[in-house]
C-alpha cells in the first residue's frame, strides 16, 4: 500500500445525484492532488493543493469542487455530472512539489483510485 | 504545447523475454522525467526519475534512459514475469510548472 487511501472505491450515480469522493494520506506530505484517468486518455490532473493554496486546471468543469480542510485529507464534491465524466479518480500527495516549485521532482503518492459511473 | 507520446500503444511478450518502451517528448524547459507502473484497478506506483544530467537508472530489472537531446527516454525490462503485466506511464515536468505532462501509457501483457 502506498500509504493513500481512497474511498469509496466504486460510485454509481445518477446525473442529478450529489456525491462526495474521500481521500486520505498518512504520509505526512503537505500537498494533494486530484486527476481523472479516462480509458484511452492520459492522466489529467484537475486540482493541487499545496501550502493551503489551490491551483485548479482552467478546464475542470464546475461540477467538480475540491475541498481540502487539512493536509491529510482531500475531498472531492459531485454535482450535476454527466455520462463522460465516468472515469477513474485517482489522488496523490508529495512532500513539497506541487506549488512549492522543484518542477514535480517530487514524487508524488497515488492512492487505489474511485471508478466512477455517471448513469 | 508540451506532449509526451509513447510507443508501442500495447505490448505482448512471454515470460522471460525482455522488452523496450519508448517515450518522446516536446516538453519545455524540461526538469524530469518518471516511468510509473500501473497494474490494473490500482494508482500508478514510480519506478523511476530522471533529470537532465542522468542518461541511465536502474530500479532492478527496470533500467530507464534518456536523451535530453532528442527528447527520448526508454524503459528496458529484463527477464520479465507475469507481475510485470501492467501499464507504464511516462511523466515529464518542465521546470516551473506545477502540472506534470503524461503520456497515455503502454499496455504490457506478460504470458506464461
Known amino acids: 500500500e502506498t500509504g493513500v487511501t481512497q474511498t469509496p472505491r466504486h460510485l454509481v450515480m445518477g446525473m442529478t445525484n450529489k456525491k462526495s469522493l474521500k481521500c486520505e494520506q498518512h504520509l505526512g506530505h503537505n500537498a494533494m492532488y486530484w486527476y481523472k484517468q479516462s480509458a484511452k486518455k492520459p492522466l489529467e490532473l484537475m486540482f493541487v493543493?499545496?501550502?493551503?493554496?489551490?491551483?485548479e486546471n482552467n478546464s475542470v468543469p464546475s461540477r467538480f469542487s475540491p475541498e481540502c480542510p487539512n493536509s491529510s485529507h482531500l475531498f472531492l464534491h459531485l454535482h450535476t455530472l454527466q455520462p463522460e465524466d465516468s472515469a477513474l479518480y485517482l489522488c496523490a500527495s508529495s512532500l513539497g512539489g506541487g506549488l512549492a516549485g522543484g518542477g514535480g521532482y517530487n514524487e508524488q503518492f497515488f492512492g487505489p483510485g474511485t471508478r466512477l459511473t455517471v448513469l | 504545447k508540451n506532449q509526451v507520446e509513447q510507443s508501442p500503444q500495447s505490448l505482448i511478450i512471454l515470460e522471460g523475454k525482455n522488452c523496450t518502451l519508448q517515450?518522446?517528448?516536446?516538453?519545455?524547459?524540461?526538469?524530469?522525467l518518471r516511468w510509473y507502473k500501473q497494474d490494473t484497478g490500482r494508482g500508478p506506483v514510480s519506478l523511476t526519475i530522471m533529470t537532465f544530467s542522468e542518461n541511465t537508472k536502474s530500479n532492478g530489472r527496470y533500467t530507464a534512459t534518456l536523451d535530453a537531446d532528442t527528447k527520448q527516454s526508454s524503459l528496458h525490462i529484463t527477464a520479465s514475469q507475469l507481475s510485470d503485466s501492467a501499464s507504464y506511464i511516462c511523466v515529464v515536468s518542465a521546470g516551473g510548472s506545477y502540472i506534470p505532462t503524461f503520456g497515455r501509457g503502454t499496455s504490457l501483457i506478460v504470458h506464461p
Open positions: 493543493y499545496s501550502l493551503e493554496e489551490r491551483v
Open positions: 517515450c518522446n517528448y516536446t516538453v519545455s524547459p524540461f526538469s524530469n
